[in-house]
Nanobody, 119 residues
Framework: QVQLVESGGGLVQAGGSLRLSCAAS????????MGWYRQAPGKQRELVGLITGGGVTNYADSVKGRFTISRDNAKNTLYLQMNSLKPDDTAVYLCNALQFRRLTSRTYWGQGTQVTVSS
């Protein structure tokens, strides 16, 4: 069964950096896309960054230029490098993986890791 496990969250001051990791139990090449979402109290879950199977990345406007999503296929791990962090970045960050199929499309989620950015 597919498992996604996030790590790397924590408490950081504004302007600092964190690197989140999402380790998959199997080959991430099996996924059509992987991404990072975040959810803060009182807010809807939002897409932070996405990388397609072809390596094309997309980012939310709020994090463009500050966050970078990447992957290491050999390690079956997705990363989110978070620089110039702001208090508004405080949220639970969740790893997501998608398999787009005609009849058997699937979505997988990790448990999330807390990122707290202090002023």
């Amino acid at each position: 069964q597919v498992q996604l496990v996030e790590s790397g969250g924590g408490l950081v001051q504004a302007g600092g950096s964190l690197r989140l990791s999402c380790a998959a139990s199997g080959s991430i090449l099996d996924f059509d896309s992987m991404g990072w979402y975040r959810q803060a109290p009182g807010k809807q879950r939002e897409l932070v960054g996405l990388i397609t199977g072809g390596g094309v990345t997309n980012y939310a406007d709020s994090v463009k230029g500050r966050f970078t999503i990447s992957r290491d296929n050999a390690k079956n791990t997705l990363y989110l490098q978070m620089n110039s962090l702001k208090p508004d970045d405080t949220a639970v960050y969740l790893c997501n993986a998608l398999q787009f199929r005609r009849l058997t499309s699937r979505t997988y989620w990790g448990q999330g890791t807390q990122v707290t950015v202090s002023s």
